[in-house]
C-alpha cells in the first residue's frame, strides 16, 4: 500500500480520535510517526488539517472537508479489495466485535466453530456492559440493546433476551420469599446500574425502584453476588439457567412478567461489511440465544 495511503488511514483515525498518543498505540508506531504521516498529508494536499495545542487537537474545516473524500476513496479500495483480493475466497483478519458481557460469554463459548470453519479469522471481544462508541473503538460490529436511535449505523434485529428474577435459597430461607412485585421493598435487590442513576426494575407493566447492599454496571458482578447469596437479582436467562437447573438459584416471582430486552448487531452505516465481518455477524444472528 503507498504511503499516502497508510497516511490518510491515519490522518482519518486522529479526525476520529484527536490524540496522537492514542492512534500511534492503536497502530503500534511511534509518535512521531504518526505526527510525519499527518504531515506528509497536509504537504500533499497543501491545507492545515489540525490545530495543534499542548493538550489536543482540533480539525480545522478542510480537515472535515477532506475526511469525506478519504473515506469515500479508502472503503472504496476496501471493497475493491473484498471483491477481487484473497479475503474473496478464504476470510481472514481481524474483527472488533463490542459485546456485552452477558452474550459476549455466550458467543465466546461458541466460537471454536467459527474458528474451525475459518482459521484465518481473528475476533477481538471487547466486552464492556456501557455502550461503547462503534467509530472511536474502532469497532466492525457491536451488539447492543434496543432501540438504537442513530441514524449513523445499521442495526440487524437479533432476537429478544428474556431475564429472570433470581435468588440463592439461602437468601430467600433467611429473609422469605417475595410474593408480588410490591414486596420486592422490603429485600435486598441487586441493583444493575450506571453511577448515581437509581435503579429500576419494570415487572408487570409497572417500573420500581429498587435497592440493596450491592449495586453494579457489569451483569457477571450482579451475578456472582447473586450467587453468594446477596439478594435478589434480575439477570438475562442465558446466565442463569445453568445455576437454576442445578438449584444453585431459584426462581423469584415466576408468574409475574418481565418484558425481554431487544437486542441488535449494530455498523456504521457509510461502509459495506467486508466478507470478514459479514461471516461474524452471520454467525451472531445463527448463534443468538433462543
Known sequence: ?????????TFIRLVEVPSFSRVAREIHASHTTVARRLDMVEAHFGVRLFHRTTRRLVPTADA???????RTMLDALDLAEADFGPERDQPHGLVRIGLTTALGLHYVERL???GRRYPGLQIDCA?????????????????RVGPIGDDSLVAHP?????????????YLAAHGV????????GHQCIAYAYGDMPARWTIDGRERLVEGLVRSDNSEAVHRAALSGLGIALLPAIRVA???AAGRLVPVLPDSVIAPLDIFAVHPSRRRLPPRARIVLDFIKAHFPV
Open 158 to 170: 437479533l432476537g429478544r433476551l428474556a431475564r429472570r428474577l433470581v435468588a440463592h435459597p439461602d
Open 178 to 185: 417475595p410474593t408480588s412485585a410490591d414486596a420486592l421493598t
Open 64 to 70: 472535515d472537508q477532506l475526511l469525506v473524500h478519504a
Open 112 to 114: 471454536g466453530e467459527l
Open 1 to 9: 500500500m503507498s504511503d499516502l495511503l497508510i497516511a490518510l488511514r
Open 242 to 244: 445453568g445455576d437454576m
Open 127 to 143: 466486552m464492556t456492559d456501557w455502550q461503547r462508541d462503534v467509530v472511536e473503538d474502532r469497532l466492525d460490529l457491536a451488539v
